[in-house]
């Protein structure tokens, strides 16, 4: 499947944003899926992956702030990201961690 993330954008400091990641196909099947970001000047790193039964793992700064869900009858993966800080800037990809990624999201956060 091909993976469409959406949902990026300008928000200041303790504000949110959703994301969305829209599969080309049926992600049913894939076991786990999940959201990571890249900061400029800095490796990738995991945010979340939530498996086919909605077993959820997050990163340890993201954890409280951050809810992700899937929707497998729609083929769809959300990223609530709630009390955003300034270090949540970054690009965000949706994998189906099987070497399959989206094209990436912006979230810039302002302090």
């Known amino acids: 499947v091909q993976l469409q993330a959406s949902g990026g954008g300008l928000v200041q400091a303790g504000g949110s944003l959703r994301l969305s990641c829209a599969a080309s196909g049926s992600i049913f099947h894939i076991n786990a899926m999940g959201w990571y970001r890249q900061a400029p000047g800095k490796k990738r790193e995991l945010v979340a992956t939530?498996?086919?039964?909605?077993?959820?793992n997050y990163a340890d700064s993201m954890k409280g702030r951050f809810t992700i869900s899937r929707d497998n009858a729609k083929n769809t993966v959300a990223l609530q990201m709630n009390s955003l800080k300034a270090e949540d800037t970054a690009v965000y990809y949706c994998?189906?961690?099987?070497?399959?990624w989206g094209q990436g999201t912006l979230v810039t956060v302002s302090s």
């Open positions: 939530i498996t086919r039964g909605g077993s959820t």
């Open positions: 994998t189906d961690l099987r070497g399959t």
